[in-house]
């Protein structure tokens, strides 16, 4: 698979706080999502096309003594949400996230702490994504992710699409004024 660091753009959408919005975006999955508070999931690593999140064996070994592969899923698909969900954040964007569809591929075992590197694919691009979130209020992207193995073979793949749909704005209730 190859990947072109300049398809994924983050220009319109970074801004001197994107690794504090990174940083808060991990708290947050980690205190909404239990499994990965329980998988002690982490910001490994941000740039200007890609999100990577490390996990430590100890929590996420099987019976085999190697990473679980719901554990390396679960990585993969974390970390293709975050890089969708920061980029909507630093963009203002309000939008619920979902994986849509995703296939994995465990491709060798693995025996000590783990990373999973998101980016987007060389024929994926941010501003097809948001001007198709703009002009229609809902809008998908494809991500690969990689969880590295030895040398430049890949332990496992994660290729998804994920979901964005704009939250409805409150409806305001008009005050009853007898």
Same mark, same amino acid.
């Given at each position: 698979m190859r990947f072109a660091p300049s398809v994924v753009d983050f220009t319109d959408v970074?801004?001197?706080?994107t690794p504090l919005l990174a940083?808060? /975006?991990?708290?947050?999955?980690?205190?909404?999502?239990?499994l990965a508070?329980? &998988?002690d999931l982490q910001l490994a690593g941000l740039d200007d096309d890609s999100l990577t999140l490390?996990?430590? /064996?100890?929590?996420? #070994?099987?019976?085999?003594?190697?990473?679980? !592969?719901?554990? /390396? #899923?679960?990585? &993969?698909? /974390?970390?293709g949400w975050a890089l969708v969900e920061l980029a909507l954040?630093?963009?203002g964007d309000d939008c619920d996230v979902f994986v849509g569809e995703?296939?994995?591929?465990?491709?060798?075992p693995v025996w000590t702490d783990f990373t999973s590197v998101a980016r987007l694919p060389v024929d994926a691009s941010w501003s097809s994504f948001f001007r198709s979130l703009d002009s229609? !209020?809902?809008?998908?992207?494809? #991500?690969?992710?990689? #969880?590295? !193995? @030895? !040398? @430049?073979?890949?332990?496992a793949t994660l290729?998804?699409?994920?979901?964005a749909k704009r939250r409805a704005a409150p409806v305001a209730v008009a005050a009853a004024t007898h």
């Open positions: 970074t801004s001197p706080d940083r808060q /975006l991990i708290r947050f999955i980690r205190s909404t999502i239990p508070e329980a &998988m490390f996990a430590p /064996l100890p929590p996420n #070994v099987n019976d085999k003594g190697c990473a679980f !592969g719901g554990s /390396l #899923v679960s990585v &993969m698909t /974390l970390s954040r630093q963009r995703s296939t994995v591929r465990y491709l060798s229609r !209020g809902k809008a998908r992207i494809e #991500v690969s992710c990689v #969880v590295p !193995g @030895d !040398g @430049d073979k890949p332990a290729i998804a699409r994920f979901v």
